[in-house]
């Protein structure tokens, strides 16, 4: 595993060199001794898997609250997807801003986000399957979420927006008085 960092403090890329021969390839998905390099410190308490069937989809963008706030490695194991984090951490020097990254099942690529980040996906081919690991288990009075299509983050989807879900669509656009959360 290789690691690069991006612009968001701790929001970093996993790159992996999958091993292939006549049989197919292989390739480890979870490291914890070479993930702590890049500063995941969590235990998985959770993975979970979703399936999109069409290009366009959008799902996200969500994050849990303390004292449930959660790390995440997310994998597209199907398909392509662009996939984005948001920092939603209080004080932080690129509070609101976002990053995000082609995640495919080709390169077997990963986006590690530590608690404080809310995330999403578009989906960029139909039939998309992704990975996710979860330092948390999820625990819905605590589950908050940004609409994908707020002004105020302004955020560039590479395809129009679709297909959002009935909840994903009652997420309100952040107001004013939004600070973040402490993760």
């Given at each position: 595993?290789?690691?690069?960092?991006?612009?968001?403090?701790?929001?970093?890329?996993?790159?992996?060199?999958?091993?292939?021969?006549?049989?197919?390839?292989?390739?480890?998905?979870?490291?914890?001794?070479?993930?702590?390099?890049?500063?995941?410190?969590w235990?998985?308490?959770?993975?979970?898997?979703?399936?999109?069937?069409?290009a366009?989809?959008?799902?996200g963008?969500?994050?849990?609250?303390?004292?449930?706030?959660?790390?995440?490695?997310?994998?597209?194991?199907?398909?392509?997807?662009?996939?984005?984090a948001?920092?939603?951490?209080?004080?932080?020097?690129?509070?609101?801003?976002?990053?995000?990254?082609?995640?495919?099942?080709?390169?077997?690529?990963?986006?590690?986000?530590?608690?404080?980040?809310?995330?999403?996906?578009?989906?960029?081919?139909?039939?998309?399957?992704?990975?996710?690991?979860?330092?948390?288990?999820?625990?819905?009075r605590?589950e908050?979420?940004?609409?994908?299509?707020?002004?105020?983050?302004?955020?560039?989807?590479p395809?129009?927006?679709?297909?959002?879900?009935?909840?994903?669509?009652?997420f309100?656009?952040?107001?004013?008085?939004?600070?973040?959360?402490?993760?």
């Amino acid at each position: 595993m290789a690691f690069r960092r991006t612009e968001l403090d701790g929001l970093v890329e996993v790159i992996r060199t999958p091993r292939e021969d006549a049989r197919g390839r292989f390739a480890r998905i979870f490291d914890g001794r070479d993930l702590l390099t890049a500063g995941w410190r969590w235990p998985v308490a959770q993975v979970n898997f979703s399936e999109t069937a069409r290009a366009g989809t959008v799902r996200g963008l969500h994050y849990q609250v303390p004292p449930s706030g959660e790390a995440k490695l997310v994998t597209c194991v199907r398909g392509e997807i662009w996939d984005i984090a948001v920092d939603v951490r209080t004080g932080s020097p690129t509070f609101l801003s976002w990053c995000a990254r082609t995640l495919s099942a080709d390169r077997l690529n990963s986006i590690l986000l530590p608690p404080g980040f809310a995330h999403g996906y578009q989906a960029m081919s139909d039939h998309v399957s992704v990975m996710y690991l979860h330092s948390t288990v999820h625990v819905p009075r605590d589950e908050r979420g940004i609409h994908a299509e707020d002004e105020r983050l302004g955020v560039t989807w590479p395809l129009p927006v679709g297909r959002l879900s009935e909840r994903d669509s009652s997420f309100h656009p952040l107001g004013p008085r939004f600070t973040g959360v402490t993760a």
